[in-house]
C-alpha cells in the first residue's frame, strides 16, 4: 500500500509505538500515589508535557495541555471563555479554518457574542492581513485561524497575525494541525496565545497538545472538578486524566527525531534536534510535492485548490479537481491502486462554498510527508493520467 492520507494521520515510528506497548505491559498504574511504580508513571506522564512543550518551543512563556483530539481542546477553549467574555465582545474567525476552529466560535453568537468573518481572496488563496487590520476593533477578543489550511496547503504568516491582533488585546488561536507534522513549532517565536495540534497527525499516538500562554491560561479557568485550584494547570484542563500510555509514546517521538538528525536514539532530543530534524523533513518533502503540483498544473482542465507552486510556502497537502472527471471517481481510481487518499470538503464546508465547490464532491487530496518516496509519487501520476 502507498499511504497519501497522511494529512488524515501520520504513520507511527516503531519506538513510539513500542514505547507505549512496554509502558501497558510493565507500568500500567494509577499516578499520584506513593508507591514507586506510580511515582515512575508519573514522572513518565509529567515528562511528556515537558517534551510537548520543548516540541512547541514554549517551555518559558506557557504550558502544555493535553487531550483527546483538537475539536475536544477548542469547544473546551471557546466554553471557558465564554464564562469570561462579555456580550458584544467580538470574535473574528478566518474562512480557511478547519470546522474544529470555526464552529465552537461561531456558536458563541448564541450566547450574544459577535462574530467576524474574515475572508478569503478566492484569487491568492490567502486572507489578507490588510482584511484582518479592517475587522479589529477595541472589542475584538479572539481571532481564530489555521496556520496551514488542511485544504489549501499555504503557510499562514502567523506571527504577523499576532502583531496585528495583539495591538488591539486580542487572543490568538492558531489551528496547527495541518503545519505540525510538516515544520518546527515555534510558538514563543511567533507569540502566539493558543496553539493546538494533533499528535497523531505527528508521528504519535491519537492525541491532542494544546499550548497556552501563561497570561492567556491566567485569565481563563479550567472545567475540571471544583477542588482543584485554577492555576493547578495543566491538570484544570485535563478532564479525567491525560492517555497515560499515549503520554509514554509521545516521550519517545525524540528518538524518532534523533535518528532523523543521525543522533542516538537515546540522546537528549533538545530544541536544536528538533529543528534540525524538521529541516530534514521540510527537503525531503520538497521534491514530492514539486512533482506532483508540476504535473498537476500541465493537465488541461486540471485546477489545484491552493498555491499553484510547489515551494517552501506551502506543505505537502494538495488538493485539486478537475473540469471533467468528478473528486469521487478520481479517488475511486486512486484507491483501486491501492493508494490511501480521500476526496471531500475536508471539514472546511465553509471555505468550499465561499471557493464554489460542490460538498457532496469537493476535491480529491493528496497528502504526503517525507517517508513517502518519489517512486511513489510516480505510480500516483501513472494512476491520474489513466483516469483524468
Known sequence: MIYFDNAGGSQVPRVVADAMHDYMLQSYVQL???????????????DAHTFINLFMNGTDTGKVILGSSCTQHLFMLAECYAQVMRK?????????G?????CPWKRMEQRGFTIRMWEIDTETYSCPLEQLETLLSDRTRIVALPHVSNMLGGIVNVKAVAQIAHRVGARVVVDGVAYASHRAIDVSGWDIDWYIYSTYKVYGPHMSAMYGKQSALEEITGPNLDFIPKGEI????????????????LLALGKY??????????????RQTIEEAFDIITALELPLQQRIIGYLLAKPGV?????????????????????SVSSAKINAAICRANIGARHGHMYA?????????????????????????MEEVERLIEVLEEIL
Open 32 to 46: 499520584g500515589a506513593d508507591y514507586p511504580m506510580s511515582r515512575k508513571c508519573t514522572q513518565v506522564v509529567e
Open 88 to 96: 458584544g465582545d467580538e470574535i473574528i474567525i478566518s474562512r480557511m
Open 98 to 102: 478547519h470546522d474544529a476552529n470555526v
Open 234 to 249: 495543566p491538570y484544570k484542563f485535563e478532564l479525567g486524566g491525560v492517555n497515560h500510555e499515549g503520554c509514554a509514546g
Open 257 to 270: 527525531l534523533n535518528f532523523l538528525t543521525g543522533r542516538d536514539a537515546d540522546d537528549l532530543c533538545d
Open 303 to 323: 485546477s489545484v485548490v491552493g498555491p499553484n507552486h510547489g515551494e517552501a510556502s506551502r506543505v505537502a497537502t494538495i488538493c485539486f479537481r478537475s473540469e
Open 349 to 373: 464546508p465553509g471555505l468550499c462554498e465561499k471557493l464554489d465547490i460542490d460538498l457532496s464532491d469537493g476535491v480529491a487530496r493528496v497528502s504526503l510527508l517525507h517517508y513517502n518516496t
